[in-house]
């Protein structure tokens, strides 16, 4: 009887004298097995190659990372982000887990871990990733007294984003609802009326809408949000079928992954002809339009459950800054002030001249 092994990875190579081999390995990029596959050396191979990398050598950046896993810093990550770690914890792994301690303490480690880093700059929000996940780590080792510094403080960044234009109007709105499936729009129109995180979104039930207000705890901040629902996100709300518990759902009716939504989400976007705007901008956008309707900070963090300062950085530096219509806006206003501050003047003057006409 054969015994499946999981993660086996395949790779068949042609030689140069044109024999095909086949080769196994335990994982992808894991060690070479040893026989065929159902032999007794294979699996004897495949047990030691996982005995190994669950147990990790002492003394090693094996051990910080197998700490950072069990740490409650790691431990009280939401699924999405502990899943987004996994990839470049790996990553680190490969590259320096057979390190020791030790060696952290050189300051010479410094340049070998950004010449890691440079490996990467083809891509660099990738590298940017995997230097900041084994700066945590070793972050996490600092605090708790397994390394004396951690080498990667202040790395800085190789990617860049600026989303100060990244706004959704209304023509590009237009243009996404257009070809949206239901599903989507309900997405969309949340989003846009709440201000809200993504992952919040796709967790946020039916008993969290009162037909006035959602109540929702914010899974990044922990904070509390009562929103109060606006006419358009009410009426989608009240026509839309209770297929489940969560409010967004799949064309199946089963609420949606991360990753499926963001596959959906992708999709949606190609059809709509729109390459440079992302679910996240809606949140800003959110932002944008209070701040156009005459919202004040105060209000407009209270709505969508920004901080002050996070609200006034959004305006200021990454959303409003060269915004037109609150440029017009400004002018408006001052225009007025102008006019008012004329009329002021000709009745004061009228004033002091008590009505007689100045001699000529």
């Not at 190994?52 to 982000?81: D, H, N």
């Not at 709440?194 to 901040?221: C, E, F, N, V």
């Not at 209270?302 to 006034?312: C, P, Q």
Request: net charge positive.
């Amino acid at each position: 009887m054969r015994v499946h092994l999981k993660g086996v990875n395949r790779s068949i190579v042609k030689l140069a004298s044109g024999e095909v081999k086949t080769y196994w390995y335990a994982w992808r990029g894991g060690p070479r097995l040893e026989g065929e596959p159902g032999s007794p050396e294979f699996v004897r191979s495949y047990s030691a190659a996982h005995a190994a990398r669950i147990q990790p050598r002492s003394g090693t950046v094996f051990t910080l990372i197998a700490e950072f896993k069990s740490s409650s810093e790691y431990q009280g990550l939401g699924p999405s982000t502990q899943r987004a770690y996994a990839a470049y914890l790996k990553l680190v792994e490969h590259e320096f887990g057979d390190m020791p301690i030790e060696a952290l303490s050189d300051p010479a480690v410094r340049g070998e871990f950004k010449s890691w880093r440079d490996t990467m700059m083809s891509t660099p929000r990738k590298a940017d990733y995997a230097w900041t996940t084994l700066a945590r780590v070793l972050s996490v080792a600092k605090d708790r007294g397994r390394i004396p510094v951690n080498p990667c403080e202040r790395g800085g960044r190789l990617y860049e984003v600026d989303r100060k234009d990244k706004i959704w109007g209304e023509a590009a709105l237009a243009k996404l609802l257009a070809v949206a499936s239901k599903e989507m729009e309900i997405a969309i129109v949340l989003a846009l009326w709440t201000g809200q995180h993504q992952g919040d979104l796709l967790l946020l039930p039916w008993s969290a809408y009162d037909g006035k207000r959602i109540q929702l705890r914010q899974s990044k901040t922990g904070r509390s949000v009562v929103i109060p629902v606006g006419g358009p996100l009410k009426k989608i709300l009240d026509r839309t079928d209770k297929r489940s518990t969560v409010m967004l759902t799949n064309s199946y009716g089963i609420p949606w992954t991360s990753d499926g939504f963001r596959t959906s989400w992708g999709k949606l976007r190609d059809r709509a002809g729109i390459r440079d705007l992302t679910f996240h901008d809606l949140r800003g956008s959110a932002v944008v339009r209070l701040a156009l309707a005459g919202a004040s900070v105060p209000e407009i963090a209270t709505f969508t459950g920004h901080s002050l300062a996070d609200v006034e950085a959004i305006l200021d530096r990454h959303y409003l800054g060269r915004d037109v219509k609150l440029a017009e806006s400004a002018v408006r206003k001052l225009e007025r002030n102008e006019k008012r501050t004329k009329s002021t003047k000709r009745l004061q003057n009228a004033s002091k001249g008590d009505g007689v006409d100045p001699p000529k």
